[in-house]
């Protein structure tokens, strides 16, 4: 009998479960917490880190048309007055005379009404989402810089830099991963929206009048990473931004958007750039951020595409989409079911007991496929509820080493996940056969 499954979780299920598993817990936790800021644990570090190499393979290294960098996050601070951040990074903000909490005004179905209490709202006014701080000993203006709101512009302040040092042609892209900040007005739906969080994003620079055309490229080669790493495609679906949704550098922009727990949001902006942030700082630093096309012999400043993933939303998407409940014969088991490349743990290796016989040798097995694959050792109760224990945090793989194993056949047991279906496998022949099974759930790293 094929067990039952019900994919769609809640919130609170999801938030739960990544607090128990050591996906993600409360920052500051045992001080009270800080508003909407996490920190991720030892298989949340694992689960983002895969996400985030999976994107640069496919972004980077699997291409001969895109390189990395890595940017400061505290730059000049006439960076983001060239780029426009200083002036026009901004959300309405709305006050509640009566309970004093703040709102995003865009945010809100009744601009006028407090959504708490009802009381009739002040007037909107600008607020700029950057962080401030203060660079050297003295707090002044002199010293006054921000947090970066973005990757972005570390990598068009560089272009000239990669361009002499890599001498890469048109159409051609850098790419970078990092941490950025903003000061959100309203923040929440656990770590969807929070004031620090991680981008991987990429500008890809064309010549003008190719922009439409690499536009609807990368809306497709994002739209396809995202479902072959395992995302039902039902769950995924592209929007169009209205002009008035337009931030001020974009003449374009489109939303993969992601069915989360509470709805759909969010997940990945394309964006149409155009010149608009090289043409900026090369008129405020006085350097010609400009491209020389050798085959007409001129130079121009080329037009930008921008795929901009939050890894934080990435994770909680992957989450989201994985997380499923079985009713089996016997009970009803919760699983992640990560993509092999992106699970935290690619293969557990589970000894039947702690028993004297088979613990030299499970160890040897999990020393042998710990140099290959990610790899955990699990012996802490029974066979039964470490099986449950790996299917919960997503593990691909168990490999049991039983009594036989060590005194006749020299075997082990392979289960899968998600078929719960076991083999038997010769140790020696133990890697090759894993590498096989993980190809058959969809690994292409094998």
């Given amino acids: 009998m094929e067990p039952s499954s019900e994919k769609k979780v809640t919130l609170p299920k999801l938030v739960s479960l990544s607090k128990r598993r050591g996906f993600v817990f409360p920052a500051s936790e045992i001080y009270g917490g800080i508003g909407s800021t996490w920190d991720y644990g030892p298989l949340g570090v694992e689960l983002k880190r895969n996400i985030k190499d999976a994107w640069w393979r496919s972004v980077v290294t699997q291409r001969d048309d895109v390189v990395g960098l890595d940017s400061a996050i505290i730059q000049s601070p006439r960076v983001w007055e060239a780029s426009g951040h200083a002036e026009v990074f901004t959300d309405p903000l709305v006050e509640c005379p009566e309970c004093r909490k703040r709102f995003r005004a865009d945010h809100l179905e009744d601009q006028l009404r407090c959504p708490d209490d009802g009381s009739t709202l002040g007037d909107p006014r600008q607020f700029n989402l950057m962080f401030k701080t203060f660079s050297g000993p003295v707090e002044d203006s002199a010293n006054q810089v921000w947090l970066r709101p973005e990757t972005a512009q570390g990598i068009f302040i560089n272009f000239e830099n990669v361009l002499n040092s890599t001498r890469m042609k048109l159409p051609f892209g850098i790419a970078q991963i990092g941490k950025s900040f903003r000061n959100e007005i309203t923040t929440g739906n656990f770590i969807f929206r929070t004031r620090e969080f991680e981008q991987a994003e990429m500008e890809f620079f064309v010549k003008p009048g190719q922009d439409e055309e690499?536009?609807?490229?990368?809306?497709?080669?994002?739209?396809?990473?995202?479902?072959?790493?395992?995302?039902?495609?039902?769950?995924?679906?592209?929007?169009?931004?209205?002009?008035?949704?337009?931030?001020?550098?974009?003449?374009?922009?489109?939303?993969?958007?992601?069915?989360?727990?509470?709805?759909?949001?969010?997940?990945?902006?394309?964006?149409?750039?155009?010149?608009?942030?090289?043409?900026?700082?090369?008129?405020?630093?006085?350097?010609?951020?400009?491209?020389?096309?050798?085959?007409?012999?001129?130079?121009?400043?080329?037009?930008?595409?921008?795929?901009?993933?939050?890894?934080?939303?990435?994770?909680?998407?992957?989450?989201?989409?994985?997380?499923?409940?079985?009713?089996t014969e016997k009970d009803q088991r919760v699983l992640f079911k990560f993509h092999p490349d992106i699970a935290p743990v690619q293969i557990a290796v589970l000894p039947l007991s702690r028993n004297e016989k088979l613990v030299p040798t499970a160890r040897g097995v999990f020393n042998e496929i710990r140099s290959v694959f990610p790899a955990q050792y699990d012996d802490a109760q029974s066979i039964g509820r470490r099986y449950r224990r790996q299917d919960e945090i997503g593990t691909p793989l168990c490999i049991t080493i039983d009594f036989e194993t060590v005194e006749s056949d020299k075997a082990v047991t392979i289960r899968n996940r998600d078929t719960m279906q076991q083999s038997r496998t010769l140790i020696k022949d133990l890697i090759p056969e894993i590498k096989d099974h993980l190809s058959s759930m969809g690994s292409t790293r094998c």
């Fill in 214 to 327: 690499w536009f609807n490229y990368w809306i497709n080669q994002r739209m396809d990473w995202f479902i072959k790493l395992g995302i039902d495609s039902s769950h995924l679906r592209i929007r169009k931004h209205e002009d008035a949704e337009l931030s001020h550098y974009s003449r374009g922009t489109s939303d993969i958007e992601f069915d989360f727990p509470w709805g759909v949001g969010e997940l990945e902006g394309i964006a149409r750039r155009s010149d608009f942030d090289l043409a900026s700082h090369s008129q405020s630093s006085g350097t010609k951020l400009e491209y020389f096309d050798q085959d007409t012999g001129t130079s121009y400043y080329p037009w930008v595409i921008e795929p901009a993933l939050g890894v934080d939303r990435a994770a909680l998407a992957f989450m989201s989409d994985a997380y499923t409940e079985e009713n």
